[in-house]
């Protein structure tokens, strides 16, 4: 009898760039999953992402598709991520526009990023929403409790200053770590919290 060896499966995950600004956030999240090849990495980019990766990087649209497996026009709603049959283990929207957290708060699905948030909901998958927004008022806020109360993630980048941060890399690691731990990925992209 022949038994097979166990493999370790790479889950994966569908990564959301929307129109906020911080689209860097999302494309270092890119390079990481990337570099540590700890998941296979489906990428919706709204049209505004695709604005933003233009107005705030020295990226190109090509190199950042470049960084996942698999790239999904954000219109075609017939995509596979779009149904709740395809194996999908979490998305995670870094960064997370208010109109796009609005529109998932309240299952307007007439995008595919929106449709895929959706379907994590509804399939109880992990959904991470990273909202780049301040300050808040209380339509923003009940949106995200109506969120979280569904156990989605509200998770704001604010990176940690315990670890003396020398650089925005360094800012931007601290988030994307977070995020890689919300996922159990390991990684070394910030220092922990000790205390001395």
Known sequence: ?????????KPHIIV????????????????????LACCHVHLICTKQAKQNIQLETNYTIEQVNELADYVYDNENLASSVASGSFPIDGMVVLPCSIKTLSAIAHSYTNSL????????????RKLILAPREMPLHTGHLENMLRLSRDNCIIMPPSPGFYHMPTSIDDLLNHVVGK????????HNLYQRWKTK
């Open 1 to 9: 009898m022949v038994i097979a060896k166990e493999q370790k499966i």
């Open 113 to 124: 990023l929106i449709r895929a948030a959706d379907v994590c909901r509804k399939e109880r």
């Open 179 to 186: 995020v890689l731990d919300l996922f159990h990925f390991e």
């Open 16 to 35: 959301g760039l929307s129109g906020a600004s911080g689209v860097i956030y999302g494309i270092r999240l890119l390079e990481a999953c990337r570099e």
